[in-house]
């Protein structure tokens, strides 16, 4: 580690035995080799954690105790309503690293968007189905295509350039 990490680690874990093993371990061979954050970790002893060691556990009233736990049922009988539970459900979901989110963010948008392309062509009116389908053969017997001009719709062609004219 270099020493802005273990810098931090002075700061919060590794005073209130928070790190693991391997860390711990790492932290102690660091500061045996480096006489920068072995000076650093002396000035945090004697500023922000020996003062403290000293000091009394204050303890509140009753009152205090009685308010906090009546504010704490409140909050949990408010948290019974379904929007309390549904943020129960979606804060987790907002804890989720970066890249994954990122990937979950991009795979829904695709889906998003194929599903909004595919909609409306599924609920077409019947009628400008019909229009369609007619305008495609008009323009087809416009253009004399033999394919379409077969069997009892022969006449059709001339129909057509009778009316056009």
């Known amino acids: 580690m270099d ?18 093993a ?6 102690e061979g660091h500061l045996a080799a480096c006489g920068g954050c072995r000076e650093f970790y002396g000035v945090l002893q004697k500023a922000a954690i020996a003062p403290f060691k000293e000091a009394q556990e204050i303890q509140p009233e009753e009152i205090v105790w009685r308010r906090i736990q009546e504010k704490l049922g409140a909050e949990k009988r408010s948290g019974a309503n379904w929007f309390g539970r549904l943020a129960d459900l979606v804060v987790p979901v907002l804890r989720i ?12 948008l695709v889906l998003g968007v194929v599903v909004l392309a595919q909609w409306p062509s599924a609920n077409v009116d019947p009628a400008y189905g019909y229009l369609s389908e007619q305008m495609t053969f008009m323009s087809e017997l416009e253009s004399g295509n033999p394919e379409l001009l077969s069997g009892e719709l022969k006449g059709y062609d001339t129909a057509l350039e009778e009316i056009s004219r």
């Open 97 to 108: 690293p970066q890249p994954a989110f990122r990937m979950a963010f991009a795979t829904a």
């Open 22 to 27: 391997l860390e711990h371990a790492e932290v």
């Open 3 to 20: 020493c802005r990490r273990i810098k931090e680690r002075l700061l919060a874990e590794y005073p209130d035995k928070e790190l693991g």
